[in-house]
């Protein structure tokens, strides 16, 4: 995933420091992603509940729509690169 050429003085320490400055717009992805994925998860387990039973015809769906819908902003969005 990660490809760099260093010059031959870099240290691990700017390698690290690099890679971090590179992937910083990255962590709202992150967090939504991983919201998505925990609605979902949490769907589905809410649809082990009785046969007919309404959390299982109506809340466990709409958590797990909300879940698949989160991702998709999740993996599109693109944060604007800050100048400094």
Do not use: W
């Not at 509940?49 to 999740?74: H, N, R, T, W």
Request: charged share 15%.
């Amino acid at each position: 995933m990660f490809c760099f050429t260093f010059a031959a003085d870099s240290t691990t320490e700017s390698a690290v420091l690099f890679i971090l400055k590179k992937h910083d717009n990255m962590k709202l992805n992150i967090v939504l992603a991983a919201t998505a994925i925990g609605l979902i998860i949490t769907g589905y387990v809410l649809m082990h509940s009785e046969i007919y039973d309404a959390q299982k015809i109506q809340v466990a769906p709409i958590f797990c729509m909300m879940g698949f819908l989160l991702m998709v902003p999740a993996i599109l969005y693109v944060a604007k690169k800050s100048e400094k």
